[in-house]
């Protein structure tokens, strides 16, 4: 009881989960199904996180922080087309004002979604460098996750 504890200082860090193929558990009557995200999800998350964390206003260049209803939307999305197992890691960007772009490439084929900070999404299906397909859906709209799948298709 007389012993004198030591002073221990922690600094938090980003762990990647190791994740593991999808798993049935369960007796034969009652079947439970987990289904674990996507490989490309822990990287895309962190990659986020970064920008986030990492933001900031430079004078003369623009504002670089997230605001955090973008973030918010953007996790949304993810979490919506995580279960697209076979997408690559996509490459995240931060815009002048808040805003964010996601961008999947397969092959020739890219697939860009980019949220901007008026609550404006924007996607842009690419083959070869050609515009196949683009739109702008307002904030209240559904996030189509069509690009992604037609990027899959190639």
Partial sequence: MGEAMSVMT???ELVHPELRPTRIHGSPFDQTVLIEPARWLSSALAQLWDL???GQEIPGFGDFRL???TTMKVRQFLAQV???ASLPVPSTTVI???GVSL???VGEREAKYTFWPEGVLTFVQEETGEIKNEDELAADVPISRKPLEWLLKS
Avoid: F, I, V, Y
């Fill in 10 to 12: 922690t600094q938090a």
């Fill in 52 to 54: 986030e964390h990492t």
């Fill in 67 to 69: 605001n955090t209803p």
């Fill in 82 to 84: 995580s279960d697209l």
């Fill in 96 to 98: 002048s004002g808040g």
């Fill in 103 to 105: 961008a999947w490439k």
